[in-house]
């Protein structure tokens, strides 16, 4: 009998992906559930191929559309829920796995609904641990569910802790390519537009995601999502460029040696490792030939380039309140940026002044985090209108 799956996210990136490994599979799962945020046609076409038996729409815009009654129509024996409270209601159901891919702090309550519901959650969403790792993790080891890394270089960490013993690592290290603007001199960088910063030399992700690789924002926020779950201090996880992106993840035994993850730059990959552990899935996605690639290259991260990076190691190392904060200032800076409102260089600028005015709780709940979250924002908002710079 199939396995049940409900994807959250399913119309972004990673959902798309994961319904390309589905198919791979052959019938291993059956797709439960489905979420999006506001993508009507492209969810019409997904219940149309993989018939789930429930359906959820984040947007009230999308809900209150004409779109949205003419889907129902077409699939009335599909169960549909509204709102952020359908997405987290959808979580919530039982389902013997869950892909977490809804982008952003908007990912964070339905991650934890799902926990202790599923039983494995397949986590994209970053910002769960980002924000909420400390209260996370335990939450999950006393669940029963099991939680698998989807992001690229975590998944590499995955795998390769399965020849090295946690006792026996040294070093964790995470590769970066240093995305859309590497190799833009930094005079150029506050010219730099949005269209611009979203032509991803290796990746095709969402926008926010894709900019925050040419800030490096993602890779900070990956340290400290590595940090939670591999229970690693920040002062062992480090980040070296490597622009092939053929090279997802490195571990460092404590004898020295190096044992690195390589594979093709596509998500399907750590998507179809989620799925299929303990197991090997079938190779579906293409392998890599290093007779064709020819060479790697890797080299340290320029921290004038990249200041973000500097403010997750120090958000993470600081914790409590802060790391959520970093997060709820980026996701403004971010869409601010996108929006034209600010400059490229102004992202880090916000997210730095914004954490510098949090007053930092050290042991907080998850209200705490949401609130700090939600003043985070409000904080941010104000610089990006200028109004306290």
Partial sequence: MAATLTILGS???????TLRVLRALRGRYSVY???????????????????????AVESADAVSSEGYGALMRRHPGVEFLEGPGGVIELAGRKADLVVSAIVGAAGLRPTLAAVGSAGRIALANKETLVMAGDLVMPMVRRSGSELIPVDSEHSAVFSLLRAVSAGEVARIILTASGGSLRDVPLDELPRVGPERALAHPTWDMGEKITIDSATLMNKGLEVIEAHHLFGVPYERIDVLMHPESLVHSLVEATDGGLYAHLGVNDMALPIMSALTYPERGPGAFGRLRLEEVGSLNFGPCDRERYPALELCYHAGKTGGTLPAVLNAANEEAVRAFLDKKI?????????????????VRAVPTLEDIFESDSDAREI??????GEKR
Avoid at 11 to 17: A, L, P, R
Avoid at 380 to 385: A, D, L, T, V, Y
Wanted: net charge positive; glycine share 8%.
């Fill in 343 to 359: 400059l490229f260089t102004e992202i880090a600028r916000i997210v730095e002044k914004t954490m510098a005015r949090h007053r």
């Fill in 380 to 385: 941010s908002r104000s610089f990006i209108k």
């Fill in 11 to 17: 119309t972004g990136s990673i959902g798309e992906s």
């Fill in 33 to 55: 559930g489905l979420s999006c945020s506001s993508n009507l046609p492209l969810l019409d076409r997904q219940i149309g191929e993989f018939a789930p038996r429930a359906v």
